[in-house]
């Protein structure tokens, strides 16, 4: 059985919107795409190229897909580890409205979000890895669908743009499993689900 796995790029604020570049999601008006490209050095492209290495199959919200789908199946060196396993392996994604996708190995899944995930995990070797797709993160989230989470969190503060953990997210507990941080200053961190937050609180000395 799978893991799924999660990658995402936030900002110190948490915003997920268009880290890739200007045109990729202007939703809202938002002005500030392509905030990541400043950070992409070597320790970047080695963590992305490990991730790479790993998966069994995609699962990508609505908008990553169209916006994946117009770019890698341009990117045809088969030395590319992200383009030559994006463009051959299986891609699923969670959609009411994407009927024909154009993107070969593309199969829409319509039907209960859990179900689905939870056979695609079954069925599947290796990681089913979930690559931005903020909306759809927080909803695996919330299903207890996610088993790690890789944020990578940039050294830049945007003040406006979607956010990856707004108001009336699912109270969800994590488990560090390891990090680095780049020399261009990302904090690359994986986090293990583990279930819901725990409270406690902070006495005063039995002496005072």
């Given amino acids: 059985m799978g893991k799924l796995v999660s990658t995402l790029f936030v900002t110190l604020d948490g915003v997920y919107q268009a880290p890739g570049g200007p045109q990729e999601d202007t939703r809202g008006g938002f002005t500030h795409g392509g905030w990541s490209f400043p950070y992409a050095d070597e320790d970047f492209g080695r963590f992305i190229d490990e991730v790479f290495a790993r998966p069994g199959a995609f699962l990508l919200g609505r908008r990553t897909y ?24 299986p891609k699923y994604v969670p959609s009411s409205t ?47 669908l996610v088993d790690t ?18 108001e009336g997210a ?14 261009a200053g990302v904090s690359i961190q994986a986090y293990d689900l583990a279930g819901r937050p725990a409270y406690g609180e902070f006495g005063l000395p039995e002496d005072a």
């Fill in 66 to 89: 169209d916006i994946f789908s117009t770019f890698w199946p341009k990117v045809t060196d088969p030395g590319d580890p992200v383009a030559s396993k994006l463009n051959s392996l």
């Fill in 98 to 144: 994407l009927t024909d996708p154009e993107w070969a190995g593309t199969t829409v899944l319509s039907g209960d979000l859990a179900k689905e995930v939870t056979a695609l995990k079954e069925r599947t070797d290796g990681e089913v890895q979930v690559h931005g797709s903020g909306a759809l993160v927080r909803s695996l989230l919330a299903l207890d």
């Fill in 149 to 166: 989470l890789h944020l990578l969190t940039f050294p830049v503060v945007l003040g406006t743009g979607f956010r990856l953990f707004p």
């Fill in 170 to 183: 699912v109270p969800t507990a994590f488990r560090h499993a390891g990090g680095s941080v780049t020399g």
